[in-house]
């Protein structure tokens, strides 16, 4: 039924003016992605770029622009009623601290610049969907939501989208428009809770005090504790204590050692039993060490610095099953991938159908200062997404909407 879906979209001819408008459309796509990424959204401060994105969206004429108290920027092309709501974003914030010079250079072909596919790309192929929307005149069922969101990378712990959900309670559907595996598609969800663990001692000179505990000796036992535990292969479950700090001099005992770590489940549940023999180990260490010297002067301060949920979807999901055959309608291979941290990993782990498809072109070295972008047949991403939208929100004389319609 989806795979009909699609091939009857791709054969319509409003619908193939739209995708050819996509193509037509590409050089302007990367004029703007180019603009876009020169404005740096280092996370936490993505105020700047967030203000021209959303001047980008009322400019292509979308309803009731604004920016949310969290900082995201979004605007709604309504349906012709009675369809879901479909949620499409991508993300403003960067992995890049203030300062960085994110001003792209270009050299064979290629644009070279921090930034510049993860996820300005995104977020520039987001607005050439709604230019498409515009110049075809294609009128869904459902309302779209288009969103420039804060909050994807790192400590940012998804607090965008986050917000998305908790104030749209009638969210039907997510895409987010981001990673970069060719044709890629993002259905599963790894959790993660990271944490910051902090022992605090009285100190001292290591020969004259000797006698006190000392917080790095608690550290210790609870890293020696924490690298013994086992997690199950299935789902995937890892930890790693990834950055230890602590002490001043070679001799004094140590007043205060600090340790982040970093879990991970394909399952909620896993990664919350792990989370708690976690937790436990690092208040028995601390027991220990005072123990050790008959105190009580060792303290732990536990601090939840990430947590984004995990999730499952089933390959047969609809949301699935319509990236796939939006892909194959393109003549695209669809690229199913193995569980990811995404901004999708919020929709899913509430039950939403949701996804996150990769940006079109190539891109190597993200995250990294050295960042590129190939721009070779590029377009073909929002193509995808674009016929994606369709098929999800219903177009009025070709299809009913494939995402359900909740609340
Ligand atoms: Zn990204």
């Not at 039924?1 to 001819?13: D, E, I, P, Q």
């Not at 792209?104 to 230019?131: C, F, M, N, Q, W």
């Not at 000796?217 to 790693?240: M, V």
Request: with cysteine; glycine share 10%; net charge neutral.
């Amino acid at each position: 039924m989806v795979t009909n879906v699609y091939s009857r979209l791709a054969s319509n001819s409003m619908v193939k003016k739209g995708v050819d408008f996509i193509k037509a459309d590409h050089e302007k796509t990367i004029v703007e992605q180019k603009q876009i990424c020169e404005i740096p959204a280092p996370p936490f401060k993505e105020q700047i770029r967030a203000a021209d994105y959303q001047k980008r969206l009322a400019a292509l004429g979308l309803k009731n622009v604004q920016m949310d108290k969290e900082g995201n920027v979004f605007g709604f092309r309504p349906g012709a009623g009675k369809g879901p709501k479909l949620l499409v974003a991508a993300h403003l914030d960067t992995v890049f601290p203030e300062g960085m010079n994110t001003k792209v250079k270009e050299k064979d072909g290629k644009l070279y610049a921090p930034g510049i596919a993860d996820d300005t790309r995104g977020l520039a192929e987001l607005l050439s969907i709604v230019r498409a929307f515009n110049d075809t005149g294609i009128k869904t069922m459902g309302d779209i939501m288009f969103c420039g969101n804060v909050g994807e990378e790192g400590l940012g712990d998804l607090r965008g989208v986050k917000a998305l959900f908790r104030e749209h309670k009638d969210i039907d559907g997510f895409i987010s428009i981001d990673g970069e595996r060719p044709n890629g598609i993002t259905y599963l969800a790894t959790g993660s809770h990271r944490y910051e663990i902090t022992y605090k001692g009285p100190g001292g000179h290591s020969f004259n005090a000797f006698g006190r505990p000392s917080a790095i000796h608690a550290l210790g036992r609870a890293i020696a504790r924490t690298a013994e535990l086992k997690t199950p292969q299935d789902p995937k479950t890892t930890f790693t204590v990834g950055v230890i700090s602590g002490g001043t001099s070679v001799n004094a005992i140590a007043a205060e050692a600090t340790m982040q770590m970093d879990m991970r489940s394909n399952g909620e549940k896993e990664l919350l039993e792990l989370e708690a023999k976690f937790l436990e180990i690092v208040k028995t260490a601390a027991a220990e060490e005072n123990a050790r010297w008959g105190s009580d002067k060792i303290t732990v301060d536990i601090k939840l610095v990430g947590v984004r949920p995990a999730g499952i979807q089933s390959e047969d999901a609809v949301i699935v099953q319509a990236a796939c055959a939006s892909s194959t309608a393109l003549g695209q291979k669809p690229n199913l991938r193995g569980p990811q941290s995404t901004d999708a990993n919020v929709p899913i782990s509430l039950g939403i159908p949701a996804v996150a498809l990769s940006r079109g072109g190539k891109a190597e070295n993200s995250h990294s200062p050295s960042e590129s972008f190939d721009p070779t047949d590029a377009y073909m991403g929002p193509q995808r997404i674009f016929l994606m939208i369709l098929g999800l929100a219903g177009v009025e004389g070709i299809n009913e909407p494939l995402l359900p319609k909740g609340k």
